[in-house]
């Protein structure tokens, strides 16, 4: 029998504050909880419905503000109507009746449109889309489909031998089958459709969302802006979305402010959650309020945006924050720079606000902390710890592990030394979420889960200073952060930082150190323009080197010059590790100082060695450095030929967490190398991380880094591969999985390999026909077997248009610092449907490093439906287009006009993936090459060997559709025989187009030309000025010009086309179908239709003016079917219009008059005679087609020529063609899922940005 379980849980370890001090600092001092404390959380958004964020431990409102910052939320509210009747057409067009008790002075209301699924998180979205169809879609259809079949099958078990007629009454049948089951397949759900209402009521500015879509005003929750009285409402019982308002530009913009994902809440529950019935819940600092900022913008899946965090400082610093909570970050290829970090670091040091964040979660390889909780000065970067009572109140772990960093988060040293992790805590938590997740709680990890369990323990410390009156500066508390944070042994400093945050003993050290002169004062230490000492490569180990430090005092924003003055510090510096050779002493005053300290790491084994230059204020050495200088040297392991250029580690034993590093100098001509692990236990399966970096100057970590995470099972195997950059040290890291439990013992073998190829970058210019490269075995015997892979096509485009502009209030820094937007629009065609992704070269790949603020791009229809939106990451942002036109808007800012006047000609591309890749052929010699026989084969190639091969030129054939002079295609080379040195080692190929052939047209025209008599010029005259009064015609709407042509050209068959279509494209047509009829019966009557046919059945026609014969029957083929569509189209429209006019519906057209019979007989006989010559799915036939259909009740043919209409032409009036059909045929599901869509296809303006 089971043992009886222990009635008590580890509640303490679902939220972890014992770890940090912050369970023991809140026993002592119960009301410093972070009373008084307003931390400002810029993520996802912040649900305030979700549990535990409603109220602070004193009463007040826990969420003062909920601000979008990313505009996502926004909506165009400028249009102003005003109420007839009561009512008013929303944008939607459905009719909205205002509540009799709403109050507006001026009877002015700003209307607007959003669709709702512009404002969902992608989460709740697919749960939506999913509920909506499980629930109102299928059922229905299946119905219909049932039934369609059914109908199908009585047909043909009633009907063996079928007449013409009955045909297509099967073919009806078949159709609506076939509709069915199409609409199945393409079912698209665009989501709802939100009217929205702004209106002033004399006091304050009001909000309606119309949430019913039904304009049922009076069930539908009115708001305020959220700090007036924290109002907010959901969207729907079944979204359980919460959301509130903010007006902006006097009403002309209404942001509707939801959560993006639920990451912020979960984040803010953990810094400051209150649970009054259930305090063991409680976030760390339950009596701090909250500023809700959303940064991570909806249309970007969350991805921040430097519109929503430059918006989001300014914000903080208006509502004069304490402290900011920012649980995002990115890599970064230079640190402590770009637009974006410059506004933080004058958030904090300006305005004394404490800015937490998240190191990131690219561990465990050294260097790859984030930005900018990783990289920037001003930051408090947290590392995530994981303690045992987590491991067993949140991960349900068999066995308590010893306290560890996290397998995945960040290491430092940044790229310029600095220490990157600052401090760390617990990075994983069970805590609230937000209610359309349809859970009160959710267990995440990272470090984004321990920078609001620091940030909450920042505000403890923060509510005890203000209680008592103790001022401090964010230098002061960092350096109490720092300063007595706990070390974890076994864990290394770049991952835990100073160690883990102590809130109980930072405290003290705040207090006992308030009264000291520096208490207030930072530090700035540069080496160059570098934070620290970072010596990675061989080159920089070869003899000692000096290196010259600043040292600057920084005083706070507040100081007085008097204390400037007086500072008089005696520093004494000191360093631990005996390779560092420093001064003794320094004297510090207001000014910068300059050391010189060298380093000696000659006599250091291989791995990376860490030590750190402090400075301690002589009179006060117990309060710990005042600044430090971190230094880190890594030595690589040379790998050499006698060796094979492997390294083989053998039995190597690994305990849970457990991280091996090796630095190798990588072999000189290595282009690639392959690792293979191998589990020597029979007993034991194991999750392993397999991480490789390369750091290369102004490039971010990403760019040269390898990431695996693999699954070893007993005595199992694993290989993979990755590229190395040769002469730069390589960081390869294999790390025991934290959580995957027991020991285990593995081998593993690292090797290099070396193919060169010349030139590094393969450009191919159709012209050249055969294009050389050489390649190049380096380091050992290679099989090499080239294979050049094209995969996209490039298309560049220019703007056709660049508008600049001031921003507005929410765009203005302190000090009335203005930014401005330059928007900039690109138009192109899709040649037919395809993956696209839009790239601006200048300005991708660069998001805080940036020295323009922000960039997003927003690609739309020809009818302005948004299709998708991307910014400075492009491969996170493909998207499936059909064919057809599209613009691309792209909005850049910048604090200076003149830096944005500079883009107005700016390129951008569009890279169109290619369905099947193209390979181009590579041949061993020229020869070859030059007669295409013979293509290359595998070679195996000695090291120090080169091989030459060449590559010819695609067919014309085989140019994908739409790409021409100015594109080029884009791909690789891949040169190794063996699968993983194909995937570690691509050359990048551009293949540059040349233009098409010229294809000659009318080949015998010159000829002909020959053989014909020249006119006279007084003939040419005559037909140049009939041909410019047929021209003229139609614009003139005469019919003078017919009747004066008529009779002297009564045989010219243009002009009766022209006059066909003169009265078939007039206003009012419906009053002239008999002359429409008559004029098309005109056309018909001129062309000799058996001549056509015998024409057309000519396999060859060997007569000199063939071409010319040709051409003309031709012509005379398409005026024929032209005017028998427009005879058919005006025939159709009569009877469709008599059965409207008669009260009849297109279902009882049994009572018809003799005039419509006639109608009738001549619309059958015309589409009998279009069949003769041309098929009824031709473009040109389906307006006929889709009519005849109509008026012969035939609503499943009806339907599938409208829907080809709508292909070739996707526009309004053909989708509410398609809604009638659908309605007719009673397939009611399938038009009110169309027509509540199309408020979103056609919207009225572009999104705004």
């Given amino acids: 029998m089971a043992a009886y379980p222990d009635d008590s849980f580890p509640y303490q370890g679902l939220l972890p504050k014992k770890e940090t001090g912050a369970a023991s600092f809140l026993s002592r001092y119960p009301e410093y909880d972070g009373r008084g404390i307003l931390i400002a959380i810029l993520d996802t958004g912040v649900d305030p419905g979700a549990q535990g964020l409603q109220v602070t431990s004193d009463g007040k409102p826990k969420i003062i503000d909920i601000i979008d910052t990313t505009g996502s939320g926004d909506v165009n509210t400028s249009t102003i109507l005003k109420p007839k009747d009561g009512k008013i057409t929303g944008i939607s067009g459905r009719t909205l009746k205002i509540p009799e008790n709403w109050i507006n002075p001026s009877e002015k209301y700003h209307v607007g449109l959003k669709n709702g699924y512009e404002i969902f998180p992608k989460a709740l979205r697919e749960r939506i889309q999913k509920e909506k169809r499980e629930k109102l879609w299928d059922p229905v259809h299946r119905n219909c489909l049932a039934e369609a079949c059914r109908k199908l099958d009585e047909f043909d078990s009633t009907h063996t031998s079928l007449s013409q007629a009955e045909k297509i009454e099967r073919e009806e049948l078949q159709t609506q089958v076939e509709m069915l089951n199409s609409m199945e397949k393409k079912y698209c759900d665009s989501g709802p459709s939100y009217d929205c209402l702004v209106w002033h009521d004399g006091e304050t500015w009001r909000a309606c969302v119309d949430t019913s879509e039904l304009g049922d005003l009076s069930n539908c929750s009115v708001l305020r802006n959220y700090s007036v009285a924290q109002e907010y409402a959901s969207l729907g019982l079944s979204e359980m979305l919460n959301y509130s308002i903010n007006v902006y530009d006097e009403g002309n913009t209404l942001c509707i ?16 959650g209150f649970f009054p019935d259930d305090p063991e819940r409680n976030g760390v600092a339950p009596g701090a309020q909250i500023l809700a900022v959303k940064i991570g913008d909806t249309r970007l899946s969350t991805m921040e945006t ?59 390889c050294l260097s790859t902390v984030g930005c900018p909780g990783g990289t920037t000065s001003s930051v408090i970067g947290v590392g995530a710890y994981v303690s045992p009572d987590m491991m067993v109140s949140e991960y349900s772990l068999r066995e308590k592990l010893p306290a560890n960093q996290y397998t995945w988060s960040s290491r430092g040293p940044c790229a310029d030394g600095a220490l990157g992790v600052s401090i760390s805590a617990p990075g994983g938590a069970i805590a609230s979420v937000p209610n359309w997740t349809l859970r009160g709680t959710q267990l995440m990890n990272g470090t984004s889960m321990s920078s609001p369990n620091a940030c909450g323990g920042i505000a403890l410390l923060l509510s005890g200073l203000k209680a008592n009156g103790i001022g401090y500066s964010v230098h002061f508390i960092r350096r109490a952060l720092e300063n007595t944070a706990m070390k974890i042994e076994d864990i290394e400093v770049f991952a835990q930082g100073h160690g883990i945050i102590q809130v109980d003993k930072a405290y003290e050290y705040l207090v006992q150190n308030s009264f000291m ?30 290196h010259g430090v600043a040292i600057e005092p920084v005083f706070p924003e507040y100081a007085v010059n008097s204390e400037r003055i007086s500072l008089q510090l005696h520093i004494a510096l000191t360093c631990n590790a005996s390779w560092i050779n420093c001064p003794s002493h320094l004297e510090l005053m207001n000014q910068c100082r300059h050391i010189n300290i060298r380093v000696n790491p000659s006599g250091l084994h291989e791995g990376v060695h860490f030590t750190e230059v402090c400075g301690y204020d002589t009179t006060a050495p117990d309060a710990g450095p005042l600044f430090r200088l971190p230094i880190t040297v890594t030595v690589p392991l040379r790998v050499h030929e006698t060796s094979g250029y492997e390294l083989v580690c053998s039995d190597v034993h690994f305990k849970p967490g457990q991280i091996t590093r090796h630095f190798l100098d990588v072999p000189c001509g290595a282009t690639w190398a392959e690792v293979t692990v191998s589990s020597l236990s029979s007993d034991v399966s194991s999750k392993f991380v397999l991480h490789a970096v390369q750091l290369e100057k102004q490039k971010a970590y990403r760019t040269n880094e390898f990431y695996k995470f693999i699954s070893l099972l007993e005595k199992g195997s694993c290989s993979e591969a990755f590229p190395v950059l040769h002469g730069k040290t390589l960081e390869f890291c294999i790390a025991r999985w934290w959580a995957s439990l027991g020991d285990v013992s593995v081998k593993y073998t690292i090797s290099f390999h070396g193919i060169l190829c010349t030139p ?78 839009v790239s601006c070269p200048l300005l991708c790949e660069l998001l805080y490093e940036s020295e323009y603020d922000s960039q997003l791009w927003m690609l739309f229809d020809q009818n302005k439906k948004l299709m998708g939106s991307g910014d400075a990451y492009p491969h996170q942002y493909a998207l499936k287009l059909d064919k057809g036109d599209y613009t691309i808007r792209l909005q850049v800012r910048h604090e200076q006009l003149s830096e944005l006047e500079r883009l107005k000609d700016l390129p951008i591309i569009v890279s169109h993936r290619i369905p099947n890749s193209l390979n181009l052929d590579v041949y061993d010699n020229h020869g070859n090459a030059l007669i295409g026989k013979k293509k290359s084969n595998t070679l195996t190639l000695q090291s120090g060997c080169t091989q030459p091969f060449f590559v010819t030129s695609l067919p014309d054939d085989k140019i994908p559709k739409g790409a021409g002079p100015g594109c080029f295609l884009s791909g690789s080379l891949t040169l190794a025989k063996s699968e993983l040195g194909k995937k570690a080692d691509m050359v990048s190929v551009q293949y540059h187009l040349i233009p098409s052939p010229n294809k000659q047209k009318n080949g015998n025209k010159d000829r002909e030309k020959d053989v014909e008599k020249e006119k006279d010029v007084k003939d040419e005259f005559a037909d140049a000025l009939r041909d410019l009064k047929i021209q003229w015609m139609a614009k003139l709407d005469e019919n003078v010009f017919y009747e004066e042509l008529k009779e002297s050209y009564p045989t010219h068959l243009p002009l009766y086309v022209a006059r066909l279509h003169q009265l078939d494209n007039e206003k009012e047509r419906m009053k002239r179908m008999d002359a429409i009829v008559e004029a098309a019966d005109d056309v018909i009557s001129r062309i000799d239709q058996t001549a056509l ?22 012509r005379q083929k398409s005026s024929l079917i032209d005017a028998l569509c427009r005879k058919g189209c005006a025939l159709a429209d009569t009877i469709l219009q008599y059965h409207s006019q008669d009260g009849a519906t297109s279902e009882e057209v049994d009572s018809t008059g ?87 296809m056609f919207p009225q303006e572009y999104a705004p940005f």
């Fill in 1154 to 1240: 003799d005039d419509t019979k006639d109608s009738l007989a001549n619309l059958s006989e015309t589409f009998w005679e279009i069949l003769k010559w041309t098929e009824l799915t031709d473009s040109k036939v389906l307006t006929f087609a889709y009519k005849h259909a109509l008026v012969n009740k035939m609503h499943g043919r009806a339907l599938k020529f409208a829907i080809k209409l709508l292909e070739d032409k996707p526009n309004k009036e053909n989708w509410k063609n398609c809604i009638q059909v659908m309605q007719l045929l009673g397939w009611r599901h399938c038009a009110s899922f169309t027509e509540s869509s199309l408020s979103i």
């Fill in 1093 to 1114: 046919a015998i024409h057309l059945a000519m396999k060859t026609d060997p007569r000199p003016e063939a071409a010319t014969v040709k051409s003309d029957m031709e």
């Fill in 760 to 837: 590094s970058q393969l450009h191919i210019n159709a012209a050249d026909g055969i294009t050389r490269f050489d390649v190049l075995s380096t380091m050992k015997y290679e099989e090499v077997a080239p294979l050049i892979s094209l995969k996209c096509w490039i298309q560049s485009l220019r703007p056709i248009s660049a508008k600049t502009r001031p921003l507005g209030p929410r765009d203005t820094l302190p000090n009335n610092r203005q930014f401005y937007e330059i928007i900039l629009m690109y138009s192109f065609h899709q040649t037919k449907n395809g993956e696209v992704t």
């Fill in 257 to 272: 402010v939801a959560s993006g994902g639920a990451h912020g809440t979960h984040v803010a529950s953990i810094a400051a």
């Fill in 306 to 364: 430097g519109t929503g965090l430059i918006r989001a400082m300014i914000e903080t610093i208006k509502y004069k924050c304490d402290l900011v909570n920012y649980s995002y970050g990115e890599a970064t290829h230079w640190p402590n720079a770009g637009c974006i970090c410059e506004v933080i670091n004058d958030a904090v040091l300006k305005h004394n606000v404490i800015y937490v964040s998240s190191a990131g979660n690219n561990g465990p």
């Fill in 517 to 546: 002169p520096t208490c207030n004062l930072g530090f700035n230490v540069f080496v160059g323009n570098q934070r620290g000492i970072y010596l990675r490569d061989l080159h920089n180990q070869a003899s000692p080197s000096d």
